[in-house]
């Protein structure tokens, strides 16, 4: 089974909630994308998106980051 360590990717007051709907609508992607260029997957699209969430190719904000940077 994947268990990998998510203290880095819930630095900076990440929360679980907002880490679990990043990685489910970036697999979403990911799947999508394999469909339509008619790929054939050998790894899930979860694993796929939580690895490239720990790698640091994405950046999750949380919605009170959004709100605070609106006002600025």
Do not use: C, H, W
Not at 21 to 27: I, N, V
Not at 50 to 61: M, N, P, Q, S
């Amino acid at each position: 089974m994947f268990n990998p360590d998510l203290k880095n990717v819930l630095k900076g007051n990440v929360s679980r909630y907002s880490l679990v709907t990043a990685t489910a609508k970036l697999a979403r992607e990911i799947s999508d994308q394999a469909l339509e260029d008619g790929e054939i997957m050998t790894e899930k699209p979860v694993s796929v998106a939580l690895d490239e969430l720990i790698e640091g190719k994405y950046r999750i904000v949380e919605p009170t980051e959004e709100a605070k940077d609106d006002e600025d």
